[in-house]
């Protein structure tokens, strides 16, 4: 694939030539036709081998995907774009993934935990370009330090991305692309403002340190509660005829803009959804608060109806349901 000339919004680094740290390399970065996508991201499912910490790189036209997974499991996606960087919805990077399968690259990395969380960061907080002049770009971390920076800080050098969490100013773990490990050596600053003197692209951005990777619900989980949004529509139109869609529809427009997983859980069958970004407790949130104000309605109609509903519709996916605490939410006991 010819490389991408797409420049990271804020930056004048390449896309294409971006190289963040790693523990370990388990895939280096080869066209996607090459991989077995769906192999590679179930891996962990079928072998303990696979039960690791790390991210899977994904060179695109013009985009850079970050996909971080957690012993083993996607967790979270990050786009890197000319306009900037986002989180974005698993199953639009898959899609992406699929869409320039004989175009696109990928690398599949091994990586310390605190690591995913900051490079994570780097596109949720979204990072913001240090104010530091060009011709000063040498200095930019002695700024920082003399001005006792707290935070992370993400210097690109000739597309190869560093790590650099400070606090008070003083450097307290670093991961680099060229020597990954979280325990710096004393001389690092120096070395790498020697290093952005005379590279060829330097870019200097900062954003709050955090520990924490958000998991998305995965594909499956969503499917499986889509399934039990449009059955608890089912048979509360088999038990109310003719209330139950247009009720249930209406509640989830009403609580959209509160929980807005329902847009994806409420999407008509056969039609695939617009992904959101969203947690698994958020999900469950939404699809029980819709649950609930959808049966309450039903009791004031059919008072005792709800309990029969929830325990016909859900049976299917009930351990699923309980391991979410989505019952627990409810106010009536389900007798199996």
Not at 16 to 33: E, G, K, M, S, Y
Not at 138 to 164: F, H, K, M, P, W
Not at 279 to 305: F, H, K, N, R, Y
């Amino acid at each position: 694939m010819r490389p991408s000339v797409a420049i990271l919004g804020g930056t004048p680094v390449r896309l294409a030539d971006l190289r963040f740290p790693a523990r370990r390399v388990q895939i280096a970065r080869t066209r996607i036709a090459f991989i077995h996508l769906d192999n590679l991201v179930h891996f962990a499912k079928n072998d303990r081998d696979g039960r690791v910490d790390g991210y899977i790189a994904v060179y695109l036209s013009d985009e850079l995907l970050l996909l971080f997974l957690h012993s083993g499991d996607l967790t979270t996606a990050v786009s890197f774009t000319t306009s900037g960087r986002s989180v974005i919805p698993l199953a639009a990077a898959l899609r992406r993934m699929r869409e320039q399968l004989a175009r696109g690259e990928l690398l599949f990395c091994e990586a310390p935990l605190e690591q995913l969380a900051w490079m994570y960061q780097s596109g949720a907080a979204p990072a913001q370009p240090h104010p530091t002049a060009s011709a000063e770009r040498a200095r930019a971390l002695e700024a920082l330090t003399n001005e006792r920076y707290s935070g992370v800080v993400e210097l690109i050098i000739d597309g190869q991305v560093s790590y650099l969490r400070l606090e008070q100013g003083a450097l307290r773990a670093a991961y680099c692309a060229d020597a990954p490990g979280d325990r710096p050596p004393p001389d690092l600053l120096g070395r790498l403002a020697a290093r952005a003197a005379t590279a060829g692209t330097v870019a200097v951005s900062v954003f709050p340190a955090t520990g924490e990777l958000p998991a998305q619900p995965a594909p499956a989980l969503i499917d499986a509660y889509r399934e039990v949004f449009w059955r608890i529509v089912e048979v509360g139109e088999r038990e109310v005829p003719g209330e139950v869609t247009r009720r249930a529809l209406a509640l989830r427009d009403t609580l959209s803009p509160i929980h807005g997983s329902l847009t994806v859980l409420g999407a008509e069958r056969g039609k695939p959804p617009v992904p959101v970004v969203t947690t698994p407790e958020a999900m469950t949130s939404g699809l029980a608060d819709w649950a609930l104000q959808l049966l309450e309605q039903l009791e004031i109609i059919a008072p005792g109806v709800a309990p029969g509903v929830l325990r016909d519709a859900t049976r299917e996916q009930r351990y699923v349901l309980q391991r979410a605490g989505f019952y627990a939410r409810l106010p009536w006991p389900i007798e199996w």
